[in-house]
């Protein structure tokens, strides 16, 4: 199967648990941009240095048809208020991969450290579990960024390893468990 048929296969648009999950399309690079290179955003990144406007239309081209990595500016309200990826980390295209990280920020202050960073994440969860038929789903999260580590445990990651980076997996079954007990509180 070729790049641009799998591409098609991918959901250009994830909706549920009253968010929207939609590609990055070109006029949204700037924003995005901006967002990432925002000390409030980069300062938990895997990488931190600051991104020029080539290097971004050069990722985005790289990004753009490619089978192993999707990204989605998060919509709420219909206004976009922070980015959510996947990717697979063997290389394996994602639809049917056996593991898939996910990596997602709220930018809008408003929404940041609110309950709402669960619908997103379980938007997208579902998606990989669901739709892409993963079996596990990787978390790799800076030691000293106790937000994410706390919120990745809510939705059923468990800690495997603690090196440069703490990571975490979330296996299907412990994802079920953990994300009905936030999906009562879901008001949006």
């Not at 949204?28 to 000390?39: A, G, I, K, S, T």
């Not at 990204?71 to 056996?98: C, M, W």
């Amino acid at each position: 199967m070729t790049n641009s048929n799998l591409k098609g296969m991918l959901s250009p648009i994830l909706e549920g648990n009253g968010v929207c999950l939609r590609a990055i399309e070109e006029q949204d690079l700037e924003m995005v941009r901006q967002w990432r290179n925002d000390p409030k955003i980069s300062q938990f990144m895997l990488t931190q240095h600051t991104i020029s406007i080539e290097q971004q239309k050069q990722w985005y081209e790289h990004i753009r048809d490619i089978e192993t990595q999707q990204h989605f500016v998060i919509e709420y309200k219909q206004q976009p208020i922070g980015i959510a990826n996947i990717r697979t980390l063997s290389g394996d295209q994602l639809l049917g991969a056996e593991t898939i990280e996910p990596g997602l920020y709220i930018y809008d202050d408003r929404y940041r450290g609110s309950f709402l960073a669960f619908c997103p994440a379980l938007t997208l969860n579902d998606y990989c579990f669901d739709t892409l038929r993963c079996n596990k789903i990787i978390a790799r999260v800076l030691p000293n960024n106790d937000a994410a580590f706390r919120f990745n445990a809510m939705l059923g990651y468990a800690e495997v390893s603690r090196e440069e980076l703490i990571t975490m997996e979330l296996l299907k079954a412990q994802y079920q468990l953990s994300s009905e007990k936030i999906r009562k509180f879901i008001r949006y």
